[in-house]
């Protein structure tokens, strides 16, 4: 039993390959990145990430997430129909051309393949004889669909709470009054490989190669499904990693109501139509919250009084390695004071082999940090700071 179970994972990682939506979110993840690329060295001769930043993010975490959501969905017995997986895949595509990544998100794809496939069983749309492995809507099918939804969703969050916050892209923007001031852009997706019970034999009629294996007298195909979760988020008020954690923590407590509710679809089947809605709905009133709270308060990346803020720190830079951090205000080079960009740059020429910062970090707490430089280092120390946008004539590092 064992080495059956065994080898049907074998087979069902090896059709991975088949599904479009593993080579698109490659795709989708490569043009992020140069487009965020772009975006950065047009504010500041320099991009932050490379362009690979987002390919590095796409995949890695979400192997090990999805291990663990497959571990509990095969576990637990939830069959999900083949109708269901081929809605979402053509929902991500669909969502990704309204260039909204966020929409790319478990709720929106999976969410609304849910009412796709209610309506293809009641209505018997004329789908492909591969696609349909469901006859009728009074399965236990579909309570099914919402518990992977809702485990999709506390996925979500964790990757959100844990790696969203990082690499965030620092931008300026114009305010109403005409003021430069800097935000963040955190713009990701990535890929949960989720491995999925499927009904019957539907993909054998065409594919008879295709592994079933029998529970309870009942035929079952194992099949590995990329799940995308687009995430986007834009912070002006505050810092980023707390920005982004606090929505983190939101969509994980998010997910865990929904996956208490959905579980109430086995008794009540007019639960699980309810809970996917309310998935879609509640999932759309977080990010909803989280845009008005950031378009009402104030401005945190702004021009102050004493010293310069920093806006962005380049990896592997000088910055970087004096462990400079975003939101942290330089008052001080090399014992000068200074009040804007061209003030640090003429400080930091005082001394071309040695660098003495005065710094105030993001608790008030002022610090120095000091570190010798080297022929070859970054000539601003891989710091962006809020400034003034400008053509520049040298070449972008």
């Known amino acids: 039993m064992v080495e059956e179970w065994v080898f049907e994972f074998l087979k069902g990682t090896g059709k991975l390959i088949l599904n479009p939506v593993f080579y698109f979110l490659f795709f989708v993840a490569?043009?992020?990145?140069?487009?965020?690329?772009?975006?950065?060295?047009?504010?500041?001769?320099?991009?932050?990430?490379n362009a690979y930043f987002e390919l590095r993010q796409l995949l890695p975490i979400g192997l090990l997430a999805g291990m663990v959501l497959s571990i509990i969905v095969v576990g637990a017995g939830l069959v999900i129909p083949m109708e269901t997986i081929v809605f979402t895949a053509a929902l991500t595509f669909l969502w990704c051309f309204t260039t909204k990544?966020?929409?790319?998100?478990?709720?929106?794809?999976?969410?609304?393949?849910?009412?796709?496939?209610?309506?293809?069983?009641?209505?018997?749309?004329?789908?492909?004889s591969f696609v349909k492995s469901v006859t009728n809507t009074e399965e236990s099918i579909f309570p099914a669909i919402a518990i992977l939804l809702a485990l999709l969703v506390i996925v979500e969050g964790f990757l959100i709470l844990k790696i969203g916050r990082k690499g965030t892209s620092p931008k300026l923007v114009k305010s109403k009054r005409g003021q430069t001031i800097g935000i963040h852009e955190a713009k990701r997706i990535w890929m949960v490989p989720v491995f999925l019970l499927i009904p019957g034999q539907a993909l054998q009629v065409h594919l008879v190669w295709w592994p079933v294996f029998e529970i309870g007298g009942n035929s079952y195909s194992l099949i590995l499904v990329p799940f995308a979760i687009g995430f986007y988020q834009r912070i002006q008020g505050t810092l980023p990693k707390e920005a982004v954690k606090l929505l983190g923590q939101r969509i994980i407590v998010f997910?865990?109501?929904?996956?208490?509710?959905?579980?109430?679809?086995?008794?009540?089947?007019?639960?699980?139509?309810?809970?996917?809605?309310?998935?879609?709905?509640?999932?759309?009133?977080?990010?909803?919250?989280?845009r008005m709270s950031e378009d009402h308060a104030p401005f945190y990346f702004s021009k102050r009084n004493q010293g310069i803020m920093v806006l962005g720190v380049v990896p592997d830079s000088p910055a970087d390695k004096m462990a400079l951090q975003v939101g942290e205000i330089v008052t001080k080079v090399n014992g000068v004071k200074i009040h804007d960009e061209k003030g640090f740059y003429e400080a930091l020429q005082k001394n071309g082999a040695h660098c003495k910062l005065e710094v105030i970090d993001v608790n008030g707490q002022i610090r120095f940090v000091q570190r010798a430089l080297y022929e070859g280092d970054h000539h601003e120390l891989g710091l962006l700071f809020v400034q003034d946008e400008k053509k520049w004539d040298s070449e972008a590092v």
């Open 30 to 49: 490569a043009y992020l990145g140069v487009s965020r690329v772009k975006h950065e060295r047009k504010n500041f001769s320099v991009r932050a990430e």
């Open 101 to 128: 990544v966020r929409w790319m998100a478990p709720v929106y794809t999976l969410g609304f393949a849910f009412f796709a496939t209610m309506f293809a069983i009641e209505q018997q749309w004329p789908l492909p």
């Open 255 to 290: 997910g865990m109501l929904l996956l208490l509710l959905s579980a109430a679809g086995y008794w009540y089947p007019l639960a699980a139509v309810g809970v996917v809605a309310l998935a879609i709905i509640g999932r759309e009133f977080i990010s909803l919250r989280q």
